[in-house]
Every structure is written in C-alpha cells, then in structure tokens.
Nanobody, 123 residues
Framework: VQMVESGGGLVQAGGSLRLSCTTSALTFDDYAWFRQAPGKELEGISFITRSDHQTYYLRPVKGRFTISVDDAKNTIYLQMNSLKPEDTAMYYC???????????????????WGRGTQVTVSS
C-alpha cells in the first residue's frame, strides 16, 4: 500500500494549506493524518472512517482542520485553516489506523505510512 503526500510548504500564520494523500486504492475504512514536530513525538491529529464518515480531531486542531476522502480520486485531504507556528511539523498520511492505535508508544507499528510532507508556519 503506497501513500503519497503533497501540498506542504511555507505559509504565514493565519494562512491555509490543503494537504493531499494519494493512494492506489482506498482499500481500508480508516485513514488518518499524523504530524511530528522537531524534538516531539508523533501525534495523530485527524481520523476518518469512510463507511460512516465519522471524524475525530485532536484538540489543538479541532475547528481549524478538516479531514475528508474523495473515493473517486483515491485521495485523502487535510484542509488546514488559521495555521499557527506550532503547527509546523512533518505531516504523514496513514491508512488502516484508528485513534486507539495512535496512542501506542510507536504508532508506526500500525497501518501504512507515507513519507510525509513538510509544513512550516512562520510568525
């Protein structure tokens, strides 16, 4: 399973970015976006279940980020608005992982991960 992220870049605080994650086929029901800032642990920030469109957001991004899936394009999106400098991180798209698994000491033990796309928010 190959996950390929794109859409990262440099943006000023208050700005927006939309991350995309393309896969060959949306085989699984659960997809997520994680991020890792320098010197910090991986954190699962947004989750979606395709079958019932249930979503979950980590508190720091709730109300600012939106996860969605386009079945026709085999793509998972993360719309990020009102960006803050503390959102600066490498962002990863993950297939077949749920919020419980994200709490593991090493979430990379679960699911299928992309290589990431860098998001930098300047103040």
């Amino acid at each position: 399973v190959q996950m390929v992220e794109s859409g990262g870049g440099l943006v000023q605080a208050g700005g927006s970015l939309r991350l995309s994650c393309t896969t060959s086929a949306l085989t699984f029901d659960d997809y997520a976006w994680f991020r890792q800032a320098p010197g910090k642990e991986l954190e699962g920030i947004s989750f979606i279940t395709r079958s019932d469109h249930q979503t979950y957001y980590l508190r720091p991004v709730k109300g600012r980020f939106t996860i969605s899936v386009d079945d026709a394009k085999n793509t998972i999106y993360l719309q990020m608005n009102s960006l803050k400098p503390e959102d600066t991180a490498m962002y990863y798209c993950v297939a077949n992982i749920n919020p419980v698994q994200a709490l593991d000491a090493d979430p990379r033990n679960f699911g299928y991960w992309g290589r990431g796309t860098q998001v930098t928010v300047s103040s």
